[in-house]
T-cell receptor, first 113, second 111 residues
Framework: ETGVTQSPTHLIKTRGQQVTLRCSSQ?????VSWYQQALGQGPQFIFQ???????GRGNFPPRFSGLQFPNYSSELNVNALELDDSALYLC????????????FGPGTRLTVL | SQQGEEDPQALSIQEGENATMNCSYK?????LQWYRQNSGRGLVHLIL?????REKHSGRLRVTLDTSKKSSSLLITASRAADTASYFC???????????FGRGTSLIVHP
């Protein structure tokens, strides 16, 4: 088990709603990355936060947004939910730096009806 | 788009046998990482191999990297039922810190 925790574990929303997912990073880690993993697929990079600033973004629309707090915990917000947003959302913490090992949380399973 | 692609998509073996999974990628990389995922849970980092390395070992795991063929393999020796999981490769392309994952290989080890 890593020291990365995510909440909630499961979530069911309806199309058009908004959702906030939370992640607490492993102690000492100042970088958090978020991934979306659809069923049967590999994780897709959403964005990364380093010292409370967005540090890189994948191919996701602006309705996917995030925050990182001074204690390095993080939130992922998704507005105007669509059915295709149903997925496992993973956060991973790491030390800043190129190619450092990422420690993943258990994920939040989001279902959009 | 997927940078790394694992092969085979699924692998079923008996306990005690070796399991080999392959990963191919398209562009030059700085490093390649292998991860394991149990049943829709979080990923566990297994091994990172840098582009200037050819082979790394960790316990029963052996990873090779052939940059000329843009491919990597993960060998699990003397497999156990507990090795049943999905295995993903992730590459960091040159100049990027963003890891790009493949679709994974689903390994089933029968007791």
């Amino acid at each position: 088990e890593t020291g990365v925790t995510q909440s909630p574990t499961h979530l069911i929303k309806t199309r058009g709603q908004q959702v906030t997912l939370r992640c607490s990073s492993q102690s000492g880690h100042n970088t958090v990355s978020w991934y979306q993993q659809a069923l049967g697929q590999g994780p897709q990079f959403i964005f990364q936060y380093y010292r409370e600033e967005e540090n890189g973004r994948g191919n996701f629309p602006p309705r996917f947004s995030g925050l990182q707090f001074p204690n390095y915990s993080s939130e992922l917000n998704v507005n105007a939910l669509e059915l295709d947003d149903s997925a496992l959302y993973l956060c991973a913490s790491s030390l800043a730096g190129f190619g450092n090992e990422q420690f993943f949380g258990p994920g939040t399973r989001l279902t959009v009806l | 788009s997927q940078q790394g692609e694992e092969d085979p998509q699924a692998l079923s073996i008996q306990e005690g046998e070796n399991a080999t999974m392959n990963c191919s990628y398209k562009t030059s990389i700085n490093n390649l990482q292998w991860y394991r995922q149990n049943s829709g849970r979080g990923l566990v980092h297994l091994i990172l191999i840098r582009s200037n390395e050819r082979e790394k070992h960790s316990g029963r795991l052996r990873v090779t990297l052939d940059t000329s063929k843009k491919s990597s393999s993960l060998l699990i020796t003397a497999s156990r039922a507990a090795d049943t999981a999905s295995y993903f490769c992730a590459t960091n392309k040159g100049g990027s810190y963003i890891p790009t994952f493949g679709r994974g290989t689903s390994l089933i080890v029968h007791p």
